[in-house]
């Protein structure tokens, strides 16, 4: 086990986390001048209130920023956020909610997040503090649709490999929030919007289903990603029903762009994969080692991706020394198997039968928001024996690759990396070691 190559890509790891940290990036926007608060240099009216509104995994941090600066200033407040992820706050109210797959608290976290955008004053400034995980965190259906049959339709979507943008797609058709529907609610003339992407290229109509920006997919788009992924005979038939009508014209679509609704609304993006990549460069230098950046667009199957990267690390391997592979994106899975396991851990252990006897490659492959699919897992390590080290404990990792149970596999091995959460998500990173014999 090459635990030189270990510490070194956690150091590096945490260093990415430490650049994207939610609560940090709030802080760097967010500023106070006496009586005069301004966001990314835009200033607010003399002793303007705030309404705040924070949804996803780093709800509860990137909101004690904002009670950090300017608590005296919160006259009404909610964060939402995922099993785990929560702290407690002293102005805004916490709620923890089912991720990926919506529950009866999603449901009713939406309704209280439409409601407070709905009631605020006129005058109030609406701070809408977003990251990944809003999607599902605040999830109400749309008249005629039953949240289960929303939860069904998410969860049938993720065991066929849909991407973000595919989810989100069809999700902003089937809820209340999505799409733009809370800019279009809220009562305030001035709508701020803090984002935290983990979304490739950071759409702004993508990253937590848009809640306020304007949509431009349509009913037929959500039915597109439904027949691509073979899933129209797989979800509610109310469901299939609703975006159908929708496409006939039928049902009002979501709102659009050129809405004079959404002039009042300014979005600063305050964090995402390419400022955590920056930083695991000159973490990387810190460590000793040249760091090459391949790519901040990582996507497609998690299995098929970690044995491309491992083909990479293979080819590279005899060109270079002490370096390290850096790679940002986001992956997806489709489910055939029983197992446990997430993206991140799956990429690992495709990559690990891929390396086997690549004696100077280590891989780790892990969820910047700490969790890593069901588990509690942030991803895992991989290097050219860890299969050889499975095997020796009765651990096969092609039947675990094959059954989808790559969790199971790692907790067995001893690969796990586990960091609880983060305070922030900006998808995924995975680090390659490469290093000389005798620097293991």
Do not use: W
């Amino acid at each position: 086990m090459r635990s030189g190559a270990r510490a070194r890509l956690t150091a590096i790891f945490r260093a990415a986390l430490a650049a994207v940290d939610a609560e940090a990036a709030v802080s760097r926007v967010l500023q106070r001048d006496g009586a005069t608060l301004s966001i990314a240099g835009r200033a607010l009216a003399p002793n303007a209130r705030l309404v705040v509104l924070a949804a996803g995994k780093a709800a509860t941090a990137m909101a004690a920023a904002v009670e950090a600066v300017a608590a005296d200033r919160i006259v009404g407040g909610l964060a939402v956020t995922k099993d785990g992820h929560g702290r407690a706050l002293a102005r805004i109210a916490v709620r923890e909610s089912s991720h990926p797959v919506p529950d009866a608290r999603c449901e009713a976290a939406a309704r209280e997040a439409m409601t407070l955008a709905a009631t605020a004053r006129p005058d109030d400034v609406l701070l809408v503090l977003l990251s990944g995980g809003a999607s599902s965190l605040l999830a109400c259906p749309l008249p005629g649709l039953a949240l289960e049959e929303i939860a069904a339709t998410t969860a049938a979507m993720l065991a066929a490999g849909a991407a973000i943008r595919e989810l989100n797609i069809v999700r902003k058709h089937l809820v209340e929030v999505a799409g733009g529907r809370l800019a279009q609610t809220a009562s305030a003339r001035r709508i701020e919007v803090l984002v935290v992407s983990d979304v490739l290229g950071d759409p702004l109509d993508v990253i937590a289903s848009g809640p306020c920006a304007p949509d431009p997919s349509t009913f037929a788009d959500a039915l597109a990603v439904l027949g691509a992924r073979a899933l129209r005979d797989r979800i509610p038939p109310r469901v299939l029903a609703h975006l159908e009508a929708g496409a006939r014209g039928e049902r009002a679509e979501s709102p659009k762009p050129g809405r004079a609704r959404f002039a009042r609304v300014c979005t600063t993006l305050i964090a995402s994969i390419g400022d955590a990549l920056r930083a695991a460069e000159a973490a990387a230098r810190e460590q000793g080692v040249r760091p090459i950046t391949v790519s901040a667009k990582l996507q497609g199957e998690a299995r098929v991706a970690g044995r491309r990267l491992a083909a990479l690390a293979r080819s590279v391997a005899p060109a270079v020394e002490q370096a390290c592979l850096l790679v940002g994106g986001e992956t997806t899975v489709t489910v055939r198997g029983a197992g446990r396991g997430g993206r991140s851990q799956e990429l690992a252990l495709a990559a690990a039968i891929e390396m086997t006897g690549c004696e100077r490659a280590t891989l780790l492959a892990a969820g910047t928001d700490g969790s890593d699919g069901p588990t509690d897992a942030a991803g895992a390590f991989a290097d050219g024996a860890t299969v050889a080290r499975a095997a020796s404990r009765g651990i096969d990792a092609a039947s675990a690759l094959a059954d989808n149970d790559a969790y199971g596999f790692f907790a067995q091995e001893g690969g796990l990396l586990r960091t609880g959460p983060t305070g922030t998500n900006v998808m995924d990173l995975v680090l390659i070691d490469l290093q000389s014999r005798d620097t293991y």
